[in-house]
């Protein structure tokens, strides 16, 4: 069984950064690709980043594009999103996520998830 524990979340003025962290309780963690995902209020879950296993590629959702980076530790089974020029539409909870395939940007590709960690960003 995988555990994923996020962290770092917060409360952030317009304009700042954040990174977020998700520590992987599992054997190979090299093994899986890994996800960020988000839910705002009254919003469905949507995608933010995905880095894949093995290749190391990296995807992004066009909204965070050029702000945000996903990048991992293989070392420490941690995953990372380090956001930068933070929005106040950028405020959700967001979610990692582990997939023993290729992940990538479809929520039901993922087969283990953490709880979550607020981020909110004020104007």
């Known amino acids: 069984q995988v555990q994923l524990v996020e962290s770092g979340g917060g409360l952030v003025q317009a304009g700042g950064s954040l990174r977020l962290s998700c520590a992987a309780s599992?054997?190979?963690?090299?093994?899986?690709?890994m996800g960020w995902f988000r839910q705002a209020p009254g919003k469905e879950r949507e995608f933010v980043g995905a880095?894949?296993?093995?290749?190391?590629?990296?995807y992004y959702a066009d909204a965070v594009k050029g702000r945000f980076t996903i990048s991992r530790d293989n070392a420490k089974n941690t995953l990372y999103l380090q956001m930068n020029s933070l929005k106040p539409e950028d405020t959700a909870v967001y979610y990692c996520?582990?997939?023993?395939?290729?992940?990538?940007?479809?929520?039901?590709?993922?087969?283990?998830w953490g709880q979550g960690t607020q981020v909110t960003v004020s104007s």
């Open positions: 996520a582990a997939s023993r395939g290729v992940g990538a940007w479809t929520a039901p590709n993922y087969d283990y």
């Open positions: 599992v054997r190979v963690f090299s093994t899986y690709s």
């Open positions: 880095i894949i296993r093995l290749t190391g590629s990296t």
